[in-house]
Antibody
Framework: EVQLVESGGGLVQPGGSLRLSCAAS????????MSWVRQAPGKGLEWVSA????????YYTDSLEGRITISRDPSKNTLYLEMNSLRAEDTAVYYC????????????WGQGTLVIVSS | EIVLTQSPATLSLSPGERATLSCRAS??????LAWYQQRPGQAPRLLIY???NRATGIPARFSGSGSGTDFTLTISSLEPEDFAVYYC?????????FGGGTKVEIK
């Protein structure tokens, strides 16, 4: 059974940094691309970043590029999202999700981790 | 960036009725469009990928159609558990983008 478990969210001050983690199990981690998607309170879904199975390709939403870094550790079956210079508008639930073969869709999702940016 | 516009924003229907949701892209995404369902307090669930392919375990009452810039998600007969928010998402170009969502509510 595929499981994705996010962690690392919490309360952070504006301008601060945070690293989110997503522990994956139930599939061959290095074979699949992964994404981070966020959802601000009461709002819709926003794709944030993606990484290829090998880790050699990374992609970012334009509005966050330069402030975030996606990475993965195949030895730990874990996906990461480093976020810097956090702003109030970055407050959201952050989901990690597993793509299907060939990026065809976000097939499996974690339950999300809440990031609150506030002083 | 490809903008996806979903309509209507809210759809008020009764159980057993047919639901038709629309997603329009600002430029062609070929058939690289997916649909997701999100129930309150839950993570999204993939329903349809590449415009018309049902994901594993998705009931046959869900169907997708379209190509290019205009897409439709149809729920043939609404079950109580289908009242939720639905999002489309394109994978034709980076960055990936989602539509703003359509809420299907009980009339």
């Amino acid at each position: 059974e595929v499981q994705l478990v996010e962690s690392g969210g919490g309360l952070v001050q504006p301008g601060g940094s945070l690293r989110l983690s997503c522990a994956a199990s139930g599939f061959t981690f290095s074979n699949y691309a992964m994404s981070w998607v966020r959802q601000a309170p009461g709002k819709g879904l926003e794709w944030v970043s993606a990484i290829t199975g090998s880790g050699g390709g990374t992609y970012y939403t334009d509005s966050l590029e330069g402030r975030i870094t996606i990475s993965r550790d195949p030895s730990k079956n874990t996906l990461y999202l480093e976020m810097n210079s956090l702003r109030a508008e970055d407050t959201a639930v952050y989901y990690c999700a597993k793509h299907g073969t060939g990026w065809y869709g976000l097939v499996y999702w974690g339950q999300g981790t809440l990031v609150i940016v506030s002083s | 960036e490809i903008v996806l516009t979903q309509s209507p924003a809210t759809l008020s229907l009764s159980p057993g009725e047919r639901a038709t949701l629309s997603c329009r892209a600002s430029q062609s995404v070929n058939s690289y469009l997916a649909w997701y369902q999100q129930r309150p307090g839950q993570a999204p669930r993939l329903l349809i990928y590449d415009a018309s392919n049902r994901a594993t375990g998705i009931p046959a009452r869900f169907s997708g159609s379209g190509s290019g810039t205009d897409f439709t998600l149809t729920i043939s007969s609404l079950e109580p558990e289908d009242f939720a928010v639905y999002y489309c998402q394109q994978r034709s170009n980076w960055p990936l983008t989602f539509g703003g969502g359509t809420k299907v509510e009980i009339k």
